[in-house]
Every structure is written in C-alpha cells, then in structure tokens.
C-alpha cells in the first residue's frame, strides 16, 4: 500500500491487486483526511475489504472461514437484523467446530457428523447448526466459490424428538401458571410474565411495545426487539403484525403495570417511551428476564422455563377455553393455522382423553 498527498490536502492510500476473474492487475484507493499511523491502519482495512469483494481464492482451496466472511458480507444487506445475528453466531460455533482453516471443497459428510458428534452438543443442537451450514455451502455453490454439491445434498439431520414430543413439555398448566408466578419477588418480572401469559405475545414483541402501542381494549403489535441487541425491528412475519384484544384480565395487569412504571419513572425523574421500562426509562433486558425466568422456574416448578413457554401456555389455556385452533392463531400471529395445529395437536388429544374419562363415569340410569 501506498499513499500520495492530493491537491485538495487530503491523502489517497493504493493498493494493487490481481483480479480473481481476469486475472488482470488492478488498483483500489480510498481518500482519508490524515496521514498518520491510525490512518494507514484504517485504509488498509478499508482496502481489504474492497478487493475481498472483487478477489475470492480459488474455489479449488477456499478455506471456511474465508467461504463465510464472504457469505456474511452480503448477508449483512440482504437479511434481517435478528437472522444477521443468528449466522454470526453459527458462525463461530461451525469455525470452532470444523476448523476455519478446512478447504470447503475437501469437507464430507462424515468429517461433519463426527464432530458434531463429537461435540456433545444435543441432536436439536447440531441439526440447527447443520441447517445453517448446508445454507452457506449452497450459497458457496451458487456462487461459484466451491464446487461441492454433494456435502450439502447428503448432510441429513440427527434423529432428534419430533417437534410434537418437544412441544408436549414446553406449556404451562394453569395451577403450574398460578404456581410460578406466586414464586416471582421482583414486581417488573412478575408483570411482564403474567402479561405474557394472558397476551400471548413473543418476549420480543412485548419489550418492543410503546406506551402508544396499547390503546384501548387492543395492543397494537408492529414491532419486535432483537433479542441479542435490543435493537428495534419488523415483526417476524407479515401476519405477525396485528391488533390483539385485551381481555378484562390482561386488562387489569396492564394497569398494573401502568401504576408501577409511573412511580418508578417519577422516583428517577426519568421518561420514557416504552411500556416495559428500567427506571432509566431504558427498555428491559431480555437477557437479565430469561435469567430470571429459568431460575424462578427451576426453584418453583422443578424445571426451567423459557419465555416462549408462557406463549406456548396462553395457546393451551385458550384452546382449554373452546377457542378454536383458527382463532389462537390469529391472536398468536402465525402466518397460517397448519403451524398451530402442528404445535397443539397434543392438547386436544389430551382434552378428548378427559372427555372419554368423564364419559365413562357417567351413570345415566339409576341403581
């Protein structure tokens, strides 16, 4: 790299490079402000960056750590904030894994289920990650950096539980309901779990609520916070935006919740925009609520509990109310009714299960 004063006073840094598809040497330049040590630093990064996207290695010797920086510098264009994320995360669980340094075009199908194995990781773990791998080796294809069809095509997932036997555990009855939330001391936690539970909205969707959002006997849902950042984004799906009615119990724990954010926002002299708020007037923290929850549950109910679980709880308890399978998934927002009957299939064989006990109690004709 190079650098030259220009007219103007500001300094232009160069660097040649040979093009990957021509072949052809070629020059980048970028223009900074200073010419110091800092700056040099800065240009060489920015210059790095620019040919990285204009020169990949060869495709025959492309290296997974290569493979997957180029894969999130266009993913980081293309995709959701949240989605972003979870790569990043795979990311770094396959690199620790496989190894960054692995030529892609040399990786097989065994070489990966032995580690994954190996890892200890649960079956729903690694077939997470191999989703995610399987999404960077077709793109790795598609583009012409690799040329190994075959990993992707033959990397079938572990034998894990069905998503019905998983589900089966991931509800609340309503005394275990009653029971954990009888068992949470800190007031803010208890509010929020409870509005969960009786709102059957996404954790996500309810730290990302305005004041604004709940207005009259509806709450507006057109928002979700990034559970990693707490950054404000989309909802997870187009029918995930929608107006949820407020039922006379929800109703009486968002003025609950109301009170106790005006007090405590007036003790700190502070504000804010944000139903569920710090004292700061900062939104709450998944990560200290998921905290929280898990350790709460564990103590009360023997098991630990995830905040998806109270949403998971609110499906059943309406089902149990004669709700119909259609009308849980318009207040949860799924996009189509299929995904809650797949989820709370168990629940209404377990309701006919009782109906059929009953029924053999009954004694219709005296003795």
């Known amino acids: 790299m190079w650098c030259r004063e220009l007219s103007n006073g500001k300094f232009q840094y160069n660097e040649i490079y040979t093009d990957y598809a021509t072949g052809k040497r070629k020059q980048v330049s970028v223009t900074l402000d200073k010419h110091s040590k800092q700056a040099e630093n800065i240009a060489r990064e920015i210059l790095r960056k620019k040919i990285g996207v204009k020169r990949a290695p060869e495709n025959k010797d492309i290296r997974l750590g290569e493979l997957y920086t180029l894969y999130l510098e266009e993913q980081k264009h293309t995709v959701k904030e949240s989605t972003f994320a979870r790569n990043v995360y795979a990311k770094k669980a396959l690199l620790n894994l496989i190894g960054a340094e692995k030529i892609v075009n040399k990786l097989r199908v065994g070489d990966?289920?032995?580690?994954?194995?190996?890892?200890?990781?649960?079956?729903?773990?690694?077939?997470?990650?191999?989703?995610?791998?399987?999404?960077?080796?077709?793109?790795?294809?598609?583009?012409?950096?690799?040329n190994?069809?075959?990993?992707?095509?033959?990397?079938?997932?572990?034998?894990?539980?069905?998503?019905?036997?998983?589900?089966?555990?991931?509800?609340?009855?309503?005394?275990?309901?009653?029971?954990?939330?009888?068992?949470?001391?800190?007031?803010?936690?208890?509010?929020?779990?409870?509005?969960?539970?009786?709102?059957?909205?996404?954790?996500?969707?309810?730290?990302?609520?305005?004041?604004?959002?709940i207005e009259g006997d509806v709450i507006h849902v057109t928002k979700t916070a990034n559970l990693s950042t707490g950054n404000l984004t989309t909802t997870k799906t187009e029918s995930s935006t929608r107006d949820v009615p407020i039922q006379l119990e929800l109703q009486e724990v968002i003025n609950e919740i109301h009170a106790m954010r005006e007090d405590m926002l007036a003790d700190m002299g502070a504000t804010s925009d944000y139903f569920f708020c710090q004292p700061n007037g900062t939104p709450l923290e998944y990560r200290s609520y998921h905290k929280y929850l898990k350790n709460v549950s564990a103590k009360a109910l023997g098991r630990s509990v995830s905040p998806h679980v109270l949403r998971h709880t609110h499906a059943?308890?309406?089902?149990?109310?004669?709700?119909?399978?259609?009308?849980?998934?318009?207040?949860?927002?799924?996009?189509?009714?299929?995904?809650?009957?797949?989820?709370?299939?168990?629940?209404t064989d377990r309701l006919k299960k009782k109906e059929a006990e009953r029924i053999k109690a009954v004694r219709l004709i005296p003795k």
Not at 122 to 127: D, G, I, W
Not at 153 to 180: I, M, Q, T, W
Request: hydrophobic letters at 40%; glycine letters at 6%.
């Open 148 to 213: 190994n069809a075959d990993l992707s095509a033959n990397l079938h997932p572990f034998p894990a539980p069905s998503r019905r036997e998983k589900v089966s555990d991931k509800y609340l009855e309503g005394e275990e309901l009653k029971e954990l939330i009888g068992a949470m001391r800190a007031l803010h936690w208890r509010l929020l779990t409870t509005f969960l539970a009786l709102s059957g909205l996404r954790v996500g969707e309810a730290l990302a609520l305005f004041v604004t959002d």
């Open 112 to 146: 990966i289920r032995h580690v994954m194995l190996a890892s200890g990781k649960e079956p729903s773990t690694c077939n997470e990650l191999i989703a995610r791998l399987k999404a960077l080796i077709n793109w790795g294809n598609r583009n012409g950096y690799i």
């Open 316 to 347: 059943s308890l309406l089902l149990q109310e004669g709700l119909t399978v259609d009308e849980i998934s318009h207040r949860l927002g799924h996009n189509d009714s299929k995904i809650t009957k797949e989820i709370y299939l168990h629940l």
